[in-house]
């Protein structure tokens, strides 16, 4: 058995406290504030227990005074010069002026309740409750008034011809001041029988009419400013005991202070402008103060300010503080139901909530009014069907529901996590039906185009598109798979908002047009999409998005608006209301009264330095060569845009780049210009909408060493050194090089000269060899290799550096001539281990080779093995290893065969490598080692290294 609970939750809905969000709240940290101003830069004054404090938008600054003798100052007034007076509890009157703080005058009497007011020719009137005192805009005192009577004097008012009066207590006269004079003058108390003698007046002006309020009984009358008559009108309905009350006039409002609690306020009718009297009721407000950006400023005792940026804002609905709402809807008349995080739902009608169903199981996230049969959908204990007319609840166990679109007058489409369904309703027999399953995976949301019956479809596998004939198809934007996070269809398009492709127009089933929103750089993710009047509500990680149908930004509806937080649960339009849940309650908002127009800043440039040094001048200074760094400060006064704001910044002459700076981020330095002309250009943006741009232009001269004459001196007389020393340098070093080129020259033909003819003569040997032996076929093959060997050599003689593949096949071509001198005795290998695309000098592998069959193998009985290795590291390293007799063998038979051949090349290519040594300015040369086997002598290793050049 369902039980519903129809009782009253609350109360009637009435006129509550202004929207609001804390400013400076650690800043004045145990501080009362007393009064604040602003100045016509913008920045904000406070007067507190603690003396002045001044905010530039961005920080806070004290002001210090040496003069002050107590640090509690209150009742700032400004002068049309834009100076400000205040004045402490030590009868101390101060000016402040261009941020700094001095005494102006001191209250030579002893009378509490001082007051400050300008006059309509810019003096300062000062008044306590025994005398009036009046300062020039020198500071000098004008005229001072000492009264003999024991009166109390109420606080002055400035009436519109510009005289000035005061109540005089217990009487029913006043003191008027006009024209440097004060008369007594007595007023005229109409529709009251009883005498004014129980308090003092205070004069006020609404809607351009003057009224009075008396103190004790709170009495209000009407003033005539030409009579000085009094007419009552009414009593303040507002009497509380054991509470002392202060009366600020702002903006047509009378705001009434409490020394306990609260702040109350009657409008232009006289009529309570809040339910109870009093809003802010957890706060004792100070003072309030109404800023250029229309904000309305409640200053506190220990809480810093609460700024409430549109009165029309209501703060959370204090009715529904405990019921974390999660979803709304509604029907098409005046009913307002909401869901809440117990899974129970609430309604509001004629300005009153109360529950129609009991708790759920979870909380409510899925919420829809079918307004043809007054039922309620909603995914309590999965699904479930609420008969508002009734009350009765109904349980459907098909799965959790995530989206409900209408069809038609009785058919609904629906998405659970296990699939899409028709819900259709026999209007008859009062039941519901449900069809077999469309599409059987999770789905999200749906969305209709009710003119072509299109309907779209968020499922885990991506989006899909329904077309009337129910073919389901699955729909790509640009080959990929969309991820969806809200689907709107309006009529013949669908609005579709993705996390990767910002939102989406389809119409049947074919993309039109897509549409990012963004602030500054940032993406905007929308979660949530609505229609209302050609206008598309989002709900984004900022607040709300106000877009028009192609995308543009229109408004945003944040903390600037009135909104307590930006992080939004859900929102909904109903009755020309805004209703928005979130983490602090629910509030609503007028749809009338929000501005679609974002307003552009008033930015100003407010400080220049040049080297640390502030500047005063006008544009187009020319500043001295030394004078390079330059920091540009300027500044957006707002509290409510502080998050919308950018600076976007250029200085031509440096660079054309516009740059951005985040609204806390107020200040450009350059340390180090070069000389040249420059202007710096800034603008400020508040979401999309830019400020008139601010230039400031100016110059950096040039020091003389930087003028073309000094210039142009000095390369001259450069050029002069310069080519006086070059010459002289490229005479000796000419004359080294070439003494150095011929006495290299003449070592290396000397070389080549010495190797050639040897390696000839020991070729021509072996020929003569052959021929003698009547070898005729070897003899042959012998002369045309030696002949290709002669002329390779030929070629290469006067190379200083040959391709390594040409060295090896001269190799190749000189064993082949030796191995038909040896016959099969010899073998040999070369290995080059890949090598390759490398030069390297001619004629020096050769003869190392040829002293290893001379001196190694030519005695060497049996097999004659060579083996020629390369291997490349920095340089060329190449390993000659013979089998042969060893060194010390082939010495001893060169000895006892007293051979003429002497080794006179090998010592030339010392003399060769030493050269190379010192061209490349490395270590070159070769090393003998001998190989021994059982300690008998088995041949020998040479290892050269060699000097290389690469081809690329």
Known sequence: MIFFLFALLLFQS??????????????????????????????????????????????FSKIECDAMKGGSVYNFVINRNGVIYCINLNQQVFQIKNSICTQVFEIPDTGNDMNLLITNDNQLF?????????????????????????????HPFLLSDGSIIQHESRSDSVLVFAQGK?????????????????????????????????????????????LFALTYLKTLPWNP???????????????????????????AQLKPAFSGNKCFNDYLISTIYKDHEGNYLFCTFDHGILVAPDLSVSDVEPQLAAQSITRFCSDKN????????????????????????????????????????????????????????????????????????????????????????????????????????????????????????????????????????????????????????????????????????????????????????????????????????????????IGLVVLDLKGNILHYINKSSGLSKNRIIDFHIHDGELWVTHS???????????????????????????????????????????????????????????????????????????????????????????????????????????????????????????????????????????????????????KKAQQINELNASRLTA?????????????????????LKGDIDNSYTFITKFSNLVRRTLNYSDKDFIEFEQEIKLIELYLSLEKLRFKEDLVFTIETNGIEDIFIPPMLIQPFIENALVHGLLHKEGRKELLIRFHLNESLICEITDNGVGRKRAREIKARQRSQHESFSVNAIKRRFEILGD??????????EDLETDGNPSGTRVTLKLPTKHKY
């Not at 409750?129 to 109390?152: A, H, P, V």
């Not at 007595?186 to 609404?206: A, D, H, S, W």
């Not at 002392?244 to 409008?267: F, Q």
């Open 751 to 771: 070389i080549q000269s010495q190797m050639n003819p040897h390696f000839i003569f020991n070729s021509l040997n072996s020929i003569q060899d052959l021929v």
């Open 334 to 541: 005046i009913r307002l139901y909401l869901g809440n995080q117990k899974g129970q739902i609430l309604v509001r009608e004629n300005g009153s909530y109360s529950v129609v169903s009991e708790q759920g199981d979870k909380q409510i996230e899925t919420f829809f009014f079918w307004a043809e049969h007054a039922k309620i959908l909603s995914d309590v204990q999965g699904f479930s069907l609420l008969d508002v007319r009734t009350n009765q609840l109904t349980h459907y166990p098909i799965g959790s529901l995530k989206d409900v679109v209408p069809i038609n007058r009785n058919r609904l489409l629906l998405a659970f996590n296990l699939g899409v369904f028709f819900m259709d309703y026999d209007e008859k027999a009062d039941k519901v039906s449900f069809s077999k399953a469309l599409l059987k995976e999770r789905t999200y949301s749906l969305g209709v185009e009710k003119r072509t019956g299109y309907v779209y479809i968020s499922s885990v596998s991506g989006l899909k598109y329904m077309d009337p004939k129910g073919t389901i198809r699955n729909l790509l934007y640009r080959g990929e798979v969309i991820s969806v996070t809200d689907i709107l269809g309006d009529g013949d398009k669908t609005y579709i908002s993705t996390r990767k492709h910002g939102i989406i127009c389809f119409s049947k089933g074919k993309p039109l047009r897509r549409f990012t929103p963004k602030r500054h750089d940032e993406v905007l993710i929308v979660s949530k999409l609505q229609l209302h009047r050609d206008r598309i509500y989002a709900n984004t990680q």
């Open 241 to 267: 005991i054991n509470e002392s009350l202060r009366y600020y006039s702002l903006d047509d409002h009378l705001w009434i202070g409490s020394n306990i609690s609260g702040i109350g306020a009657i409008d």
């Open 182 to 226: 004060s008369v007594h003058k007595r007023l005229n108390v109409k529709n009251i029988q009883e005498p004014l003698g129980l308090g003092v007046l205070t004069f006020f002006r609404l809607d351009g009419i003057v009224y009075a309020l008396e103190s004790q009984s709170k009495r209000i009358y009407r003033f005539d400013e030409r």
């Open 919 to 928: 061209h490349f300015q490395e270590e070159l040369g070769f090393t003998y």
């Open 14 to 59: 009435k006129a509550q406290q202004p929207a609001y969000f804390l400013f400076a709240e650690e800043q004045f940290e145990g501080i009362d504030i007393y009064s604040m101003i602003q100045d016509r830069d913008h920045n904000y004054w406070f007067a507190t227990d603690e003396g002045i404090y001044k905010h530039d938008g961005y920080s």
């Open 126 to 154: 000062i008044s306590t409750s025994r005398n009036d005192y009046l300062l020039g805009e020198d500071n000098q005192l004008i005229q001072s008034t000492k009264f003999k009577n024991s009166c109390y004097l109420g």
């Open 584 to 734: 602090r309650g629910v509030q609503r908002f007028d749809l009338n009264r929000i501005n679609s127009k974002i307003e552009a800043p008033q930015l100003m440039l407010s400080r220049i330095f040049v080297n640390d040094v502030r500047q005063r001048g006008k544009q187009g200074m020319v500043f001295d060569p030394n004078q390079k760094k330059f920091r540009f400060v300027f500044q957006v006064a707002t509290l409510k845009n502080r998050d919308n704001i950018r600076y976007h910044y250029q200085l031509k002459g440096l660079s054309n780049e516009w740059l951005i700076n985040a609204y806390a981020n107020h200040d450009v330095t350059y340390n180090s210009l070069a000389p040249g002309d420059y202007v710096f250009t800034v603008k400020a943006e508040n979401n999309g909408v830019f400020s008139p741009p601010i230039r400031y232009s100016f110059s950096v001269a040039a020091p003389f060493y930087q003028k073309w004459w000094f210039t142009a001196g000095i390369v001259l007389l450069a050029l002069g050194i310069v080519t006086m020393f070059f010459r002289r340098q490229l005479a000796i070093q000419r």
